[in-house]
């Protein structure tokens, strides 16, 4: 389980302008380094997780931009360019004109062993999608991957390498990726008609693809995963919600569509008439979402967490640690996938606000970084009295995001300075949203409501008499009904929101 890291960074070095490169060699922490960034008029700079390094004190001219420029490969349509044989990337920054004033040379790694956390998944021959924000690992996982399967298991595999990231530039590719095969792409805009050549021309077993970034693409990874190809890729986005809710990628999972149901099925659900569903199989069976370099929340069934999704129901992946030894374990709940009420509104390690006041009365709330739009939508599915100001002065309490309030602007720190409660939540979503709002007025009380329905439905049984129940929302009349089914009862919802509760009667019985 021991990573070992290939960068090849001497590579880099040599290509740079000398007073860069003596400055770089004398930094002892080189394998850490992210990337090198040259920009016209400023200071040559060194990027490393935690710091930012300037590399002299004289700024970049473009005489030094320009001979850089000529010591590496050729542009293509996606302003990038690399080293023969390395993984390193380098992107340009134009002007008008298109003169190149800045150059970003991001350090490439093969890191072997890194794929031990999800190796199962990977041996499974599932179709697997990766999702992460930029930086995280991604690609690097992409190759080892390759390596893997196509050494280790004898699989036949085709990467389809649209800006040479994966397998590095030059004709040559570079042996990180094992003996996997790379097939090119000469633009941007042809990588999907590459991934059905891919599969049509060269009869592989795991076609591998970066970065899924269109409809076009999204259409050919179904037809890639339709021809019983496993299909292993990227794609924008940090997790499965963003998936659902971009209209060019949801075909990934199967697309989302609005359905209208029929009069009993929407009394049977507890729901509106109009609700979301899935239109068709997910693309991928399998989505690994990259928390962190070390951290992976895995939905083992694309299918099940897409539809629950969309019922309310919050997803639950198996969140898996890995340790400074390559070992890994699986946690059952950590601070940042909380149980719920606790870990939600955790500010840091160390400090975490009061439970959310039960709101009683009108409330306004004011929003500093949180999506107004979730907001309101949230609001309106609830069916809260919530007021959104535009002025923090009105405000009864702040909501905010946890990264936002880490970095305490002015805002934050005059409402906390006002004694103004000010709650975080972890992401920009609307399931976080709507979860505070929630907790907020007291709303999510599942095991209380199907506890409820439990006794009423054993009561109604026993007293052969209807028995309504406690007012809930949508989502929870939906399971009491089901639970009237289990015991062979008649159910129905009465009253309007937000006193709409259901209603127990025996089976073939009158409501009296």
């Known amino acids: 389980m021991r990573q070992e890291i290939v960068d090849d960074l001497d590579q880099l070095l040599e290509i740079l302008p000398q007073r860069v490169?003596?400055?770089?060699?004398?930094?002892?922490?080189?394998?850490?380094?992210?990337?090198?960034?040259?920009?016209?008029?400023?200071?040559?700079q060194a990027r490393f997780p935690s710091r930012f390094l300037d590399l002299g004190?004289?700024?970049?001219?473009?005489?030094?931009?320009?001979?850089?420029?000529?010591?590496?490969g050729q542009f293509g349509d996606d302003n990038r360019a690399g080293i023969e044989r390395t993984l390193h990337r380098i992107s340009a920054i134009r002007n008008r004109r298109g003169d190149?004033?800045?150059?970003?040379?991001?350090?490439?790694?093969?890191?072997?062993?890194?794929?031990?956390?999800?190796?199962?998944?990977?041996?499974?021959?599932?179709?697997?999608?990766?999702?992460?924000?930029?930086?995280?690992?991604?690609?690097?996982?992409?190759?080892?991957?390759?390596?893997?399967?196509?050494?280790?298991?004898?699989?036949?595999?085709?990467?389809?390498?649209?800006?040479?990231?994966?397998?590095?530039?030059?004709?040559?590719?570079?042996?990180g990726i094992g003996s996997a095969r790379r097939m090119q792409v000469a633009?941007?805009?042809?990588?999907?008609?590459?991934?059905?050549e891919a599969v049509e021309n060269h009869m592989p077993e795991v076609v591998i693809i970066d970065e899924i970034g269109n409809e076009r693409e999204a259409e050919a990874a179904r037809t890639i995963a339709e021809r019983g190809v496993t299909l292993i890729g990227t794609a924008h986005g940090i997790s499965l919600e963003n998936l659902i809710v971009n209209p060019t990628l949801s075909d990934l999972i199967g697309g989302i569509g609005a359905v209208t149901l029929g009069d009993d099925e929407a009394r049977r659900r507890g729901t509106q008439k109009t609700?979301?569903?899935?239109?068709?199989?997910?693309?991928?069976?399998?989505?690994?979402?990259?928390?962190?370099?070390?951290?992976?929340?895995?939905?083992?069934?694309?299918?099940?967490?897409?539809?629950?999704?969309?019922r309310g129901i919050l997803p639950r992946p198996q969140i898996r640690q890995r340790a400074e030894d390559g070992s890994w374990q699986t946690l059952a709940q950590t601070q940042e996938e909380p149980s719920m009420q606790d870990a939600i509104y955790t500010l840091d390690e160390n400090y975490q606000t009061e439970e959310p006041q039960r709101i009683a009365g009108k409330l306004n709330l004011f929003s500093y970084a949180v999506s107004r739009n979730r907001l309101e939508q949230a609001i309106l599915d609830l069916n809260i009295p919530v007021n959104l100001v535009e002025n923090i002065d009105e405000a009864d309490l702040v909501l905010t995001l946890r990264g936002q309030y880490r970095k305490m602007p002015t805002r934050l720190r005059e409402a906390e300075?006002?004694?103004?409660?000010?709650?975080?939540?972890?992401?920009?979503?609307?399931?976080?949203?709507?979860?505070?709002?929630?907790?907020?007025?007291?709303?999510?009380?599942?095991?209380?409501?199907?506890v409820e329905?439990?006794?009423?439905?054993?009561?109604?049984?026993?007293?052969?008499?209807?028995?309504?129940?406690?007012?809930?929302?949508?989502?929870l009349r939906m399971l009491q009904h089901n639970i009237a089914e289990?015991?062979?009862?008649?159910s129905e919802s009465q009253g309007e929101e937000p006193r709409r509760c259901v209603v127990f009667n025996p089976k073939g019985g009158e409501y009296r």
């Open 21 to 44: 490169q003596a400055a770089l060699r004398k930094e002892e922490e080189l394998s850490s380094l992210l990337e090198i960034v040259l920009d016209l008029g400023r200071k040559p």
């Open 57 to 72: 004190l004289e700024p970049v001219s473009r005489e030094e931009i320009e001979q850089l420029v000529q010591r590496m």
């Open 100 to 175: 190149i004033i800045g150059l970003t040379c991001r350090i490439g790694r093969a890191v072997y062993g890194t794929i031990e956390i999800i190796r199962d998944v990977v041996e499974s021959g599932k179709s697997l999608l990766l999702m992460g924000k930029p930086g995280v690992g991604k690609t690097t996982l992409l190759r080892e991957v390759a390596r893997v399967l196509s050494d280790e298991f004898q699989k036949r595999v085709v990467i389809v390498d649209t800006s040479n990231e994966i397998a590095g530039d030059g004709d040559i590719p570079h042996p």
């Open 187 to 196: 633009k941007v805009s042809q990588q999907a008609q590459v991934m059905i």
């Open 275 to 310: 609700v979301l569903e899935r239109k068709a199989p997910p693309t991928f069976d399998t989505i690994v979402e990259i928390q962190d370099k070390d951290r992976f929340a895995i939905h083992f069934d694309v299918t099940q967490t897409v539809d629950s999704f969309l």
């Open 417 to 450: 300075r006002r004694g103004m409660r000010v709650y975080t939540i972890r992401s920009n979503t609307y399931v976080q949203v709507k979860r505070f709002l929630e907790d907020l007025f007291g709303k999510r009380s599942e095991g209380s409501a199907m």
């Open 453 to 475: 329905a439990e006794e009423a439905a054993q009561r109604v049984l026993r007293e052969g008499k209807s028995i309504s129940l406690s007012p809930q929302n949508s989502y």
């Open 486 to 490: 289990r015991y062979q009862l008649n």
